[in-house]
């Protein structure tokens, strides 16, 4: 092919059109999939999220279990709102009356779009009083569930969890 003229190089527009189409119909079969990995992503965070909250809990519980928190006679031994998990409780078996933090900080809701809302505003809370298919809030804090009325992947309601 030696001799080739300057009309004869380079890609005719049919290669083009047919190039540009491929690369369309991968690039439209790749948003869904970005879109999953995205809302896993966010689920990934709100199990972590809803594991450390719900350790926290169980911790404060046993530090009541253990005298460690001061005992009320109406006191379910659950924290009495998030806040006292992040910002501690008097220690009552110390002489100096240190304070135990059962969380370094509260984590956000990662499904929880308002960014005005601090942290611990961004959770349902379910009291010990309260049934289990009906949370509500109360006296304590007995279990935390995520506000979203979206549906996971698997098919469970992001405030079931």
Known sequence: MIGRTSAERGFTLVEMVI?????GVLASAA????????QRSKEQELR??????????DAYR?????GRIAKGVTDSGFPKSLRDLTE???D????????????RRMPRDPLNPDLSLRPE???GLRSY???????????DVFDVYSLSKGMGLNGIPYSKW
């Open 121 to 123: 505003q961004t959770w």
């Open 48 to 57: 972590q999220s809803l594991m450390q909250i719900r350790e926290a809990i």
């Open 129 to 139: 009083d309260s049934l289990p298919d009906d949370p509500s809030p109360g006296s």
């Open 31 to 38: 948003i869904p999939l970005a879109s999953v990995v995205s």
């Open 62 to 66: 046993k530090a009541y279990d253990a």
């Open 92 to 103: 009552q078996t110390t002489t100096d009356k240190k304070r135990l933090i059962f969380l």
């Open 88 to 90: 501690g409780v008097m």
């Open 19 to 23: 190039t540009v189409a491929i690369v």
